[in-house]
């Protein structure tokens, strides 16, 4: 009951009160338990607004920064989604209450065990995760209706945007190691357009088209 309040209390003041609309991510973010992906020791700290550590050198994003990126993505329910960075498997369980299918990608299978676990506990079964490259993409898999970077890039993964179907949306945080711009694509018939939505700071995403190290 006390996670209870204190989740219901997020939506309300960190979410709704700052912008967000979407009553789908709302009530995913409500129904969620975000205590279950982080280390027992941190559980009392869960829905304050900020990152926390996972291990491994990553973190579990702020809940509204989860909430702006996933109301970016436009999901009705039906769509098909690639996630690079699987991380705690917060993000990924947020995605999977929000359409079909969720593809994710982790790189550490440390992370990816353990986000996966939880994942099979919350009875969320419509997510294929595999450990690998993030910054290649999921080719087998494509196209995607949506896709969501969750950690920072020094440019856009090129494999990414060639795996994303017409019509589909693509959020990544784009700039220095220190600092990013969070984006979104789109494409369709005419090309490519992009939208900034705002300033950010995530872990860096490591791979052949990512950060070198």
């Not at 999901?75 to 996630?83: D, H, I, N």
Request: net charge neutral; aromatic share 6%.
């Amino acid at each position: 009951m006390l996670f209870d309040r204190r989740r219901k209390r997020m939506v309300e003041e960190q979410l709704a009160a700052r912008g967000i609309s979407d009553r789908r991510v709302l009530s995913a973010m409500a129904t969620t338990p975000r205590h279950s992906f982080v280390d027992e020791a941190l559980r009392e700290r869960a829905y304050d607004d900020h990152p926390l550590p996972i291990g491994q050198g990553q973190t579990i994003s702020h809940p509204y920064t989860v909430a702006l990126m996933t109301e970016a993505l436009e999901l009705q329910g039906t769509e098909r989604v690639l996630e690079i960075g699987t991380g705690s498997g917060y993000q990924t369980a947020i995605l999977a209450r929000l359409c079909a299918n969720v593809f994710s990608i982790e790189r550490i299978a440390t992370l990816a065990t353990r986000a996966r676990r939880v994942l099979d506990q919350l009875s969320l079964y419509n997510v294929a995760l595999r450990v690998g490259d993030g910054t290649i993409g999921w080719n087998a898999e494509a196209p995607f209706d949506a896709i969501i970077v969750t950690a920072g890039t020094p440019q856009l993964p090129r494999p990414l945007l060639s795996q994303l179907r017409s019509g589909g949306r693509l959020v990544v945080p784009i700039g220095e190691e220190d600092a990013q711009a969070l984006l979104r694509l789109r494409v369709d018939a005419s090309g490519v357009t992009e939208e900034y939505i705002g300033d950010c700071r995530f872990v860096k995403l490591l791979g052949r088209y990512g950060f070198a190290r």
